[in-house]
């Protein structure tokens, strides 16, 4: 499976993606009612921004109409953004392919370190990938009209350290 970037017409299957990935990967630390309301059915217009702004990788299953994985780097906050992999492909490296897709972007970008807030069930993943703890947070949700827990993580570029940045 190779790596790609999505057009317009995938958005919908990328809601689909990211939906299934937060109701399988969340199910322990959201409850039920907050996990409907922050995956809901219904795609926002913003979803098509997103696509048009960024740079967003994606992987498709091999049948290659349905992305399996997908992910972005918002190139002005330097925030990796939405990195889900449906639950059948979980395990076999989609994300890490996409989070390597990340930093090499960032790398020619001249980005030295890349931030992200994570769902408490994939701190352990970030972690193998570089990414380090800040801080436990709270990301308000529209959907949920309701704060929902976080991870404040950070990844610096090799040979860079937080006082280099300061």
Known sequence: ???SIAKKEDAQGLWRLRNQALRYGCC???DAKTLQAFTPETMPAGMFKVIEENQVYLIAA????TPCACG???LITGNVEAIFTLPAYQGRG???TIIAAIKQQAKSQ??????????????GFYQK???SIVSNGKYFS????SYLDCVEMIWLREGESASDLL
């Open 1 to 3: 499976m190779k790596i």
């Open 28 to 30: 322990e630390v959201f």
């Open 62 to 65: 091999p049948a290659g109409d």
């Open 72 to 74: 972005y780097l918002d």
């Open 94 to 96: 989609l994300a890490s």
């Open 110 to 123: 001249g980005i030295n370190q890349l931030t992200l807030s994570s769902t408490p069930n994939a701190v």
């Open 129 to 131: 990938q570089g990414f």
């Open 142 to 145: 529209s959907s949920t009209q």
